[in-house]
């Protein structure tokens, strides 16, 4: 059972920062992953970034390599999300998320979600 919180979203200008952190209440082990995905309005909840909680591997989708960065704090069981460059089509619900087995940027193979948190990128 993995329980996890999120927090760090709020109302930013197009061009700015900000950073989201998940923490999750169980101790990682060797295949324990950890995502982050969004949801706009009217729209499905799509990939974001995903983090191999011990071998350090990630995965960006397309729209936000190079502007985002995806990070873990192994002692403090949290992951991050650093997001630059922001521009109003990130405007979304952004959810951690974590699963056991391979890194994936599935929806459907993540056990575990947060509630979310708001990201809001005004032009």
């Known amino acids: 059972q993995v329980h996890l919180v999120e927090s760090g979203g709020g109302l930013v200008q197009a061009g700015g920062s900000l950073t989201l952190s998940c923490v999750a209440s169980?101790?990682?082990?060797?295949?324990?992953?950890l995502g982050w995905f969004r949801q706009a309005p009217g729209k499905e909840r799509e990939f974001v970034a995903a983090?191999?909680?011990?071998?350090?591997?990630?995965r960006y989708a397309d729209s936000v390599k190079g502007r985002f960065t995806i990070s873990r704090d192994d002692a403090k069981s949290t992951v991050s999300l650093q997001m630059n460059s922001l521009k109003p089509e990130d405007t979304a619900v952004y959810y951690c998320?974590?699963?056991?087995?391979?890194?994936?940027?599935?929806?459907?193979?993540?056990?575990?979600w947060g509630q979310g948190t708001q990201v809001t990128v005004s032009s």
């Open positions: 998320a974590a699963n056991f087995g391979p890194l994936s940027t599935t929806v459907n193979s993540y056990d575990y």
């Open positions: 169980s101790r990682a082990d060797s295949n324990h992953n």
């Open positions: 983090i191999r909680w011990s071998a350090r591997s990630t």
